[in-house]
């Protein structure tokens, strides 16, 4: 790929769909990356995505959604579960 653009936002949780709507919104050239998995929710489907993943609750939310888990003493990631949703890393 070699568009230039603008503004990268990195993540379409929250924070970053707002922030991208604003800098659209103001004429910005803006690009939305994100990893996924997708959660199985109302939105999701009703825009037909595919193989979606349900979103844990409850007690579990936690122990399914922990993804990867990282520090700079191990020198590397652990990966629990590919279709977790939360990085957990302890730097400096």
Not at 12 to 34: K, N, P, Q, T, Y
Not at 57 to 67: D, E
Request: charged residues 20%; proline residues 4%; glycine residues 14%.
């Amino acid at each position: 790929m070699t568009k230039q653009v603008e503004v990268l936002i990195i993540g379409s949780g929250f924070g970053g769909v707002i922030a991208a709507r604003r800098l659209a919104a103001a004429g910005r050239d803006v690009l939305m990356l994100e990893r996924g998995p997708w959660r199985d929710t109302v939105p999701n489907r009703s825009i037909g995505l595919k193989n979606l993943v349900p979103l844990p609750q409850g007690n579990k939310a936690l122990t399914h959604g922990l993804r990867t888990v990282g520090s700079h003493l191990f020198k590397k990631t652990f990966t629990f579960n590919n279709k977790g949703f939360i990085e957990a890393y302890a730097g400096r």
